[in-house]
């Protein structure tokens, strides 16, 4: 919410800008013109584009794997490459040690969310865990 505001407060400033642009510029050189006044709100909607960009990050994870989408890309990752969840005190945002030694973070699990970055660890902990227990092997029918 805090992004969706700052974003609008954003273009409305910029727009505020680009209607005080007219007339001579301060040395006299030059007049400000329309094309002036549309580049300021059209910098304001682009500047609010990248505030909203912070927006994006989600994780979402199911008995298979999990999709994580940051701030810029994302990874959809079974499992079996996880080799833990991991969220370290004094870490600022969750990630994922993966089997080749990489980690991949997971900005939608920040530190600054307390209680619900907490409780999205420990549901990835148990589906992580559930996903690399022993699957049970199915009995075979008498006389096959």
């Known amino acids: 919410m805090v992004c969706w505001a700052l974003a609008a407060v954003t273009v409305v400033f910029f727009s505020g800008i680009a209607t005080a642009l007219h007339g001579s510029t301060g040395d006299g050189r030059g007049v400000f013109q329309r094309g002036d006044q549309l580049a300021m709100i059209g910098l304001g909607v682009l500047i609010a584009a990248g505030i909203l960009l912070f927006t994006r990050p989600a994780a979402v994870a199911d008995e298979r794997g999990i999709r994580i989408r940051n701030v810029v890309g994302g990874y959809d990752l079974p499992w079996s490459v996880v080799r833990a969840v991991c969220f370290d005190r004094g870490a600022s945002w969750a990630s994922l040690e993966l089997v080749n030694d990489d980690t991949v ?36 029918a008498p006389g096959s």
């Not at 973070?105 to 907490?118: G, P």
């Not at 589906?127 to 022993?134: E, G, N, Q, R, T």
């Open 105 to 140: 973070t997971i900005l939608a699990l920040q530190s600054v969310d307390r209680e619900y970055a907490v409780a999205g660890v420990r549901a990835l902990r148990a589906l992580h865990a559930a996903s690399s227990a022993p699957q049970p092997v199915p009995e075979s």
